[in-house]
């Protein structure tokens, strides 16, 4: 983990996001994520934001914070609420994202700071993400960095896992499987990318083929485009 390296993605990532979000047509037409708009895809990443700096001021006061405060139902109340500022369409929409890029850019100005401190002295070793998982506050620049640029595509216009730092695709994927090793039921399954990686979990299963930001593509969002296995591909748990 570089921490340093990470910052600079987040930085970049936002820039990025916030470029496309501002050229961004009807955010009111399906994302990736199931059952959610590119709006309510653009409310979480702002309302992520919020969250992660809870958990940075937590690592550096000691103070505990919750990462969503009010648990699952109030995140996805505010997500809603704010996905819901966006109205029919209309001849009039000459901003139709604007309101979305200005929270993203406000949230993003606010955390920036505290992801920075976090390379300094810390009070708790610690924090408690949503789910009761406990982590070191140096990952939290990794976390929202994998938000940004998962929701980035999850946009589905035009920015694809492609798009992405071929190293950083790499070390979302290792993320991906560390994750689904972590699973009460973990999957068999042997990934090999076009590039040459492997990734094993559980048992010997027939090979997953298919290049990297394909191959993240699947484990992040179920899409199986370009990856394929003899005899069909194994089902993936949902949440992992």
């Not at 919750?66 to 609420?81: H, N, V, W």
């Not at 992801?115 to 300094?120: F, M, Y």
């Not at 730092?165 to 039921?185: K, N, Q, Y």
Request: one cysteine or more; charged letters at 25%; glycine letters at 8%.
């Amino acid at each position: 983990m570089n921490l340093d390296a990470d910052l600079a993605a987040v930085t970049r990532h936002t820039e990025l996001l916030l470029d496309h979000a501002t050229r961004l047509g009807d955010v009111r037409a399906p994302s990736l994520c199931e059952g959610w708009s590119r709006a309510h895809v653009l409310s979480h990443v702002a309302r992520n934001a919020e969250a992660i700096q809870r958990l940075a001021e937590w690592a550096l006061v000691g103070e505990p914070r919750e990462m969503y405060p009010g648990g699952a139902a109030a995140r996805d109340a505010e997500i809603e609420a704010g996905a819901l500022r966006v109205g029919p369409a209309s001849a009039d929409d000459q901003r139709p994202a604007g309101i979305f890029v200005d929270d993203l850019t406000d949230t993003a100005a606010a955390l920036g700071p505290r992801l920075a401190e976090l390379t300094g002295t810390l009070a708790v070793d610690e924090v408690e993400m949503r789910g009761g998982m406990k982590v070191p506050p140096q990952v939290l620049p990794f976390l929202r960095l994998r938000e940004l640029v998962y929701h980035h595509v999850d946009l589905d216009d035009g920015f694809t896992f492609a798009d992405v730092e071929t190293e950083l695709v790499h070390r979302f994927i290792d993320d991906a499987v560390s994750r689904l090793r972590l699973g009460s039921h973990p999957p068999d399954l042997d990934l090999q990318t076009d590039e040459g990686d492997r990734w094993q979990v559980g048992a010997t299963a027939a090979p997953v083929h298919g290049s990297r930001a394909a191959m993240l593509l699947w484990l992040a969002r179920r899409i199986d485009t370009g990856v394929s296995a003899e005899g069909g591909l194994p089902e993936l748990p949902r949440g992992a």
